[in-house]
């Protein structure tokens, strides 16, 4: 049978970036002899307009059978005032839980074209390509003790940086298995100059990379590597990290690159019986409602989260290469939505138009 995917399109702008992601899996059936069996379904906002939960439970079953689920975005105003419990993100948080998506990543990659974006220098970011791998399911936004409490006269706010020797070795191997598949390289970041948790993070790293003899693990205080993130990021291809660090470590070098239009994640969980990770793909923007209904919205990070399915669920890296060629090759024309509009006198082309360009690159290729 062929290879599922859950399509998940959400809110606001996540319809809209989906379709033309959907437009790309016809076309990898069509042309690539690559079919996939698709089902689509609600999260978010949609899911509580239909049926008043932000993911129905038949939703999640259906998320925990396929092989990788497409997520758009959730969230918009008209569900800002919502009671907590059934808030859109909900629906996110709740996937990532049930799925136990402990391994995030977050691709920092810049097209040539779009070096002029960068907050850096130009010469520092060209070509640049690394990847954070940020556990997510751990650390100090779930440890115990957590609150606030009363301490004498005055209150006290208490989080708990933990970390169990497994939940860092799951973490710390799917980091390996990454350099493993891309130049071999691992920078391990850590405080264990300041943190117990640190320590251990870097003992059992090591630990692990005695099953990965051929990659070049190197450690990292997380200051420096902040620095160095932003001093010469081309040092890097693999950075492993633990949820706090890597949650400022992602977001600073996703500006390394440009729009947020432009960036994907993967989130991965343990193999399931093909052996694959459970993993659900989706941008890293929002549902953009400022945009939504206008056609403006750039597809490219949600077609970059489709082509990180194809290397990571489907084993497909050579037709993950040829999307990100295809991208590649449509911002090398000029080709450009308005947020990445730079550029005078370039007159940007809707959502549709960019998905119709990546087609045309596709056929070419
Ligand atoms: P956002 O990412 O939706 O938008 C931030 C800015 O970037 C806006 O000006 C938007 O127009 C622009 N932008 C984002 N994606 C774009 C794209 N593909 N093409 C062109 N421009 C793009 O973040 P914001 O405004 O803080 O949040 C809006 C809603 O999205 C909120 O309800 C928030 O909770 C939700 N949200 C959902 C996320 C998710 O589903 N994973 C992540 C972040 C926010
Ligand atoms: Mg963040």
Redesign the pocket.
Known sequence: SNPSILILP?????PE?MAQVTRIIDWYGEKRDLAFDVSTDLV?GAAYDAHGVPLHDDTMAKAMEVDAVL???????K??NLDFSVK??RG?LRLRKEMDLFSNLRPAQCFDALADFSSLKKDLVAGLDIMIVRELTSGVYFGEPRGIFNEGNERVGINTQRYTESEIERAARSAFELAMVRSKKLCSMEKANVMESGILWREVVNRVAADYPEVELSHMYADNGAMQLVRAPKQFDVIVTDNLFGDILSDCAAMLTG???MLPSASLGAPMDNGRPRAMY??????????TGQA???????ILSFAMALRYSFAEGAEADRLEAAVEAVLADGVR???LLGEEGVTPVSTSEMGDAILAALDAS
């Open positions: 959400g809110d606001g702008i996540g970036v978010g997520l758009g975005a959730v969230g918009g105003p569900y800002d859109p993100e996110l729009s947020l239009g989706e941008p890293v923007h929002g549902s953009a409602p400022d945009i403006k919205a750039n597809p490219i990070a949600c939505t308005a947020d």
